[in-house]
């Protein structure tokens, strides 16, 4: 197809086309004439993932870039897609190593992250040491702890206990999908454009709770306040 | 009791404190002397409001005055302090209006926030027409849309049943606690705070699934990659 349809399918301008182009996010179509070039449906697949991934992911080219290598070196292996996609960026193995000796020297871990694993170990999930999200759970319960807000992990696990069923909820979204790209794809849309959804709908469930619970019932449209 | 009390019992510094005290959003204490004053339980609980809304919803200070308030004015309605705090900020009837009659000028709303309005009246949920969450459950939909990935309102549904469980939860910790400002501090707690625990642990749940489902099984630390 020529670069005006590839634009038109994939909903990427045609000038964001030829930047991902000279910056080497798409290989080159094949040469037709002078100026012109033929692009193929692996074009397209490409150009949808660095789309979610700029505008879903909010990440820059450089690291979709990255991203977009470890990928097709995955051969595939839908778990490490999805790790790669949902974490904050790939990360090579040395990197990792580098940066656990960092986390050991700067001293112990805090309390909330070492709750953080009482909770993943009493849910039985298997995750590995070094995940970003163990740590984000430890800030919270950090958090919640210097406050005396009585919260601690263990009040959490009815939370999680329902995480737990949104997260099988996710993985059933990659059913029917097949092709790495569409599978990465389908995991940032999963992953990280589900997060605000998910928010939300708590937000409005909450208002109705809220209303039925502490509220005089339902207000009318208008007369709120 | 003494300033150096308060500071110590809420956490918060003595000169932060004394800021608070000149901006107006904690009313000075029982002058004892020259320069001393006594503060009492109420200070305290205020402090520990102003502490939470500041530090977890992020708010400036302007907002947090506006905020407190507002809440002082609800009479204890705990549907409205749970409204007002978790919102964005506190408006009054006339900016409301002001903001509907702008949203209408500025046409009709997007497809995303219709979808979102059929999905919150398939869950029977009764809230109020001008919700945020409203409009970002649409902003999400919409981009679901535009990406054509195959899933819409509909698909959204067992999410939102899981939300609506989430929901009872949260409105099951404001047990126990009495007062407005404790009832506001908690709900505020409940509600941002706990959001990014909710995600981290989605996110944990996703990479355990996504381990037995797709990996070979759990992986071993530092093997991963």
Redesign the interface.
């Given at each position: 197809m020529k670069i005006s349809e590839l634009s038109r399918r994939s909903?990427v301008s045609i000038p964001t086309i030829k930047y991902y182009l000279r910056d080497g996010l798409l290989p080159p179509g094949r040469a037709t004439a002078a100026n012109q070039a033929d692009y193929g449906e692996e074009h397209l697949r490409r150009l949808?993932l660095v789309?979610?991934l700029v505008?879903?992911r909010r990440l820059p080219v450089g690291a979709v870039k990255e991203i977009l290598g470890a990928i097709t070196e995955q051969d595939g292996?839908?778990?490490?897609i999805?790790?790669i996609v949902?974490d904050a960026r790939p990360v090579?193995?040395q990197q990792?190593?580098a940066r656990e000796r960092e986390r050991q020297e700067a001293g112990e871990e805090t309390g909330g992250v070492t709750d953080?694993r009482e909770?993943?170990a009493a849910?039985?999930?298997?995750?590995?040491?070094g995940?970003?999200?163990?740590r984000?759970?430890g800030?919270?319960?950090d958090?919640?702890s210097?406050?005396d807000?009585g919260?601690d992990w263990r009040s959490?696990l009815?939370?999680?206990r329902?995480?737990?069923?949104?997260?099988?909820?996710?993985?059933q979204?990659?059913n029917g999908v097949s092709g790495v790209l569409e599978l990465a794809e389908?995991a940032v849309?999963v992953?990280v454009?589900?997060?605000?959804?998910?928010?939300?709908?708590?937000?409005?469930?909450?208002?109705?709770?809220?209303?039925?619970?502490?509220?005089?019932g339902?207000?009318e449209?208008?007369e709120?306040?």
């Open positions: 909903g949808r789309r979610t505008g879903v292996d839908l778990h490490q999805f790790g949902t090579t193995q990792k190593q953080a909770l993943v849910m039985g999930w298997e995750v590995h040491s995940t970003a999200a163990l984000s759970l800030e919270v319960l958090a919640l210097d406050m807000s919260i959490l009815p939370y999680a329902l995480a737990d069923r949104i997260s099988e909820l996710d993985v979204q990659m389908r849309l992953s454009l589900l997060e605000p959804a998910l928010l939300a709908m708590r937000r409005l469930a909450q208002e109705d709770k809220s209303a039925r619970l502490f509220g005089g339902p207000e449209e208008g709120e306040e």
